[in-house]
């Protein structure tokens, strides 16, 4: 009896622990279910709803695209981001990611069930269970994970929830495009398309195998594998990708073994604000969209942000035309600088590299430099020193990376140097601005503002004006053309001559000077303006008046202020490559002038068009006087200051050593017009080249117009700008791809003037060597 009284016992109590058990177990389910439900409703911090999934908030840069659909740069301020869609991924990146951060990802619908379960059981040491959802959605809406355990456990539970919404919501190629765009490459590189360009130079879908797995390596970590600074430990995560990769037999082992013996071969291009290609175009482009914003709100009256809101604007540079132009002038300034520096050492030039200008004058000159510079500007209002204590800080060697061609190459040096003699230092080199441009359409296909954007950030294309010289004459015998209806055969005296005292508002007699001093006969305009001869161009504007000229300067868009006196013949106004090339544009263009144009759309994310350019264009000047001023034009290179660029002038051979700093001769065989331009003691130089399709003007000076070649040989257009203009057309004319034209410009229908001078005997002159200058007086320094 008391057996079977203590076996009931055992039975009740194993009843009791199974109970608990249950108890427990659907306890903790419900307990489970709770906090699922709890975190879907928001309890534990806001989840995002069914909108903000569809739109989730990333910031992304506005992307600038080239005419040949290239990007050009973009502006953001932290998030260098540019979306791209699951088309655009190599299968091989997608592989590389499937198989080494999720091998069940076409399987599940957000959250891996066995992944999870080995999790748990093993604690982690078996790897870890969250799928590319749920990534996305640490990525997208927490980040980082908290070092609480509680509060990482929520977060989890939050990303799980996340990640199922996200099954839903998109499909599984949408998911893995959006984590190859949220993630953070680190340098710049957010999200695939950045990162492929940074690490690589190449788009997303030109990445090759290896490239593939070493970024999907970097998801591990992109601070601990960062390509730049861990080389080794990068390689070693990027061949336990291509082990995934065979694991899952994406690629077989013999692939996987020969691929994780190679190096990483990056190719870094680094994607900054002052790197890159047309980073002087970027910068006027940044002004040009500030100014857009202002004055085009979004539809909610709140205005576009520049650097968060995707925006992608459509411009006319031509990324092959402008890296010719680039390469251009990387391959002619480094030649002519350091002609330069050979012709102002100490010993030649005590006071290098300014010349004409005395020890106070030039103390005066770096004093007004130093309070101009951004060194005075942070010193005084941001941290708020004393005027004395700053001008003490110039005078105190401290650390600097400075500028310097190397090797022909554009360059930094690290070095100790006093502020006040890196002043001095970058006032002895050489500037440029270039710019190229479609004459019929007004797309500027190409703009360089200077020779280093990183140090001379000054853009030289549209900022800077300085004196034009000769490049103003066409504008004189232009408007003689059209005023007098005069031939390029005329023929005009060499002769001394003056315009009177009082005349055009002069308060004395102008009586410009021949270039040597050299008078004699008669010449055609054609051989004087090949020639620039300054007498020939003084009595055109005193026939048709300076102001006639400025009126039809005005209406060939030129905006700078120009004085009404005579002297404006020979090119003593301020104008810039900009304003040039847009009015020398209109006779390529029979006349017709038409406004430079950079941009023609801009698009948000979406691609909806926000905004698409109006041509502005008018009619200036009749089809014949603008092919009469061409054929004028095309003397210059034919037998003028120009000719160096067929190879002809006494300059062109004159020494193997000058051939080297100048590349003549260029052996063109094409119609070309242009004109050269010099302005006094050789401060500035320019050249303006047309064909029927493509207008290109070039300056080349230095910041103060003290610092310049003492002599002509070195400092005059056709050797400074004319260069350039030469290296950018004969590659431009090697892409074929271009269609830069060698036709003749058009000849207008029933042509009544006379343009053929074969037969008019060319007298006096010389083959280019003719000086485009005015006397010293007649110039405002």
Not at 256 to 275: A, F, G, I, M, V
Not at 532 to 540: R, W
Not at 688 to 706: H, Y
Request: net charge neutral; aromatic share 10%; proline share 4%.
């Amino acid at each position: 009896m008391a057996k079977a009284k203590k076996e009931t016992n055992t039975v009740q109590d194993f009843t009791k622990y199974v109970r608990w058990f249950w108890l427990i177990f659907l306890g903790g389910i419900f307990s489970i279910v709770l906090v699922f439900l709890l975190a879907s409703w928001g309890v534990f911090g806001e989840m995002p709803d069914h909108t903000v999934l569809e739109n989730p908030k990333t910031n992304l840069a506005t992307e600038i695209i080239s005419s040949d659909g290239q990007t050009l740069g973009k502006f953001y301020f932290n998030d260098n981001r540019t979306p791209v869609g699951y088309n655009e991924l190599p299968q091989y990146l997608v592989n590389a990611l499937i198989a080494t951060e999720d091998a069940r990802f076409k399987d599940h619908s957000g959250i891996d069930a066995k992944g999870t379960l080995r999790a748990i059981l093993t604690l982690g040491s078996g790897g870890g269970a969250s799928t590319i959802s749920q990534q996305l959605a640490k990525q997208l809406f927490h980040g980082e994970g908290s070092k609480n355990i509680i509060e990482r456990v929520l977060q989890k539970v939050k990303e799980w929830i996340i990640a199922i919404r996200l099954e839903r919501q998109y499909t599984k190629e949408e998911i893995i495009a959006q984590y190859f765009n949220i993630y953070d490459f680190l340098n710049n590189a957010d999200g695939i398309r950045s990162a492929s360009r940074i690490y690589f130079g190449k788009e997303p879908m030109e990445l090759d195998l290896k490239e593939s797995a070493m970024l999907v390596g970097m998801f591990k970590n992109s601070s601990l594998f960062n390509p730049r600074k861990r080389i080794e430990l990068t390689k070693t995560r990027r061949n336990v990708v291509l082990a995934q990769m065979e694991k899952y037999d994406f690629i077989s082992e013999a692939v996987k073994d020969s691929l994780q013996k190679t190096d990483l071969d990056l190719n870094y291009s680094p994607e900054s604000h002052r790197e890159g290609i047309a980073t002087y175009f970027r910068g006027y482009l940044d002004g040009f969209m500030k100014d857009w914003i202002k004055d085009n709100p979004k539809p909610d009256g709140t205005k576009y942000n520049l650097y968060n809101d995707g925006l992608k604007i459509y411009t006319t540079i031509d990324s092959r035309m402008q890296k010719h132009a680039e390469d251009a002038v990387q391959e002619h300034m480094p030649r002519l600088q350091a002609e330069f520096f050979n012709q102002n050492t100490p010993k030649h030039n005590p006071t290098a590299p300014f010349l004409d200008l005395d020890k106070n004058q030039i103390t005066s000159l770096l004093r007004r430099g130093m309070k101009q510079s951004e060194r005075w500007r942070h010193l005084k209002y941001d941290l708020k020193k004393t005027d004395k204590e700053i001008e003490a800080s110039f005078s105190k060697p401290a650390e600097m990376s400075v500028f310097a061609w190397k090797n022909g190459k554009a360059s930094e040096i690290d070095t100790i140097m006093k502020p006040m003699d890196s002043m001095r230092y970058y006032k002895s080199f050489l500037r440029t601005g270039m710019m190229s441009m479609d004459p019929l359409t007004g797309h500027v296909k190409a703009w360089v503002g200077g020779i280093n954007y990183r140090h001379f950030q000054y853009d030289m294309v549209n900022q800077g004006k300085r004196q034009v010289g000769s490049t103003f004459k066409p504008f004189v015998y232009s408007a003689a053309m059209d005023q007098l209806h005069l031939s390029p055969c005329d023929e005009l005296p060499d002769t001394p001559f003056c315009i009177e005292a009082n005349k055009y508002g002069n308060p004395e007699a102008w009586c410009p000077k021949n270039s040597g001093g050299e008078y004699g006969g008669t010449r055609t305009l054609k051989n004087a303006l090949a020639n620039s001869v300054n007498t020939i161009t003084a009595q055109l504007i005193d026939k048709v008046g300076p102001q006639t000229v400025i009126d039809l300067v005005r209406k060939l868009g030129v905006e700078s202020d120009i004085p009404a006196v005579p002297s404006i013949a020979l090119g003593t106004a301020d104008v810039s490559v900009y304003e040039m090339v847009g009015a020398y544009s209109t006779f390529a263009n029979q006349g017709v002038y038409t406004k430079p144009v950079m941009v023609t759309t801009i698009a948000d994310k979406n691609g909806t068009i926000l905004y698409q350019f109006k041509p502005e264009t008018r009619d200036v000047l009749s089809a014949e006087t603008a092919y009469v001023t061409v054929k004028l034009m095309e003397g210059v290179t034919q037998s003028g200051s120009g000719g160096r660029l067929r190879g002809k002038g006494r300059d062109s051979y004159r020494s193997d050593y000058r051939k080297v700093i100048t590349g003549y001769p260029y052996e063109f065989t094409n119609p070309i017009a242009g004109k050269t331009g010099t302005t006094q003691n050789q401060s500035d130089g320019w050249f303006m080249g047309m064909v029927p399709n493509l207008v290109t003007g070039v300056w080349v000076g230095a910041e103060d117009r003290s610092v310049h070649f003492p002599g002509i040989t070195y400092g005059q257009g056709a050797a400074m700008a004319l260069p350039i203009w030469g290296v950018y057309m004969k590659s431009c004319y090697e892409d074929k791809h271009l269609n830069i034209s060698k036709t003749d410009f058009k000849r207008p229908k029933n042509l009544s003037i006379n343009v053929d001078c074969s037969k008019v005997e060319e007298t006096g002159g010389t083959d280019g060597d003719q000086q485009d200058t005015d006397t010293p007086h007649d110039l405002d320094f």
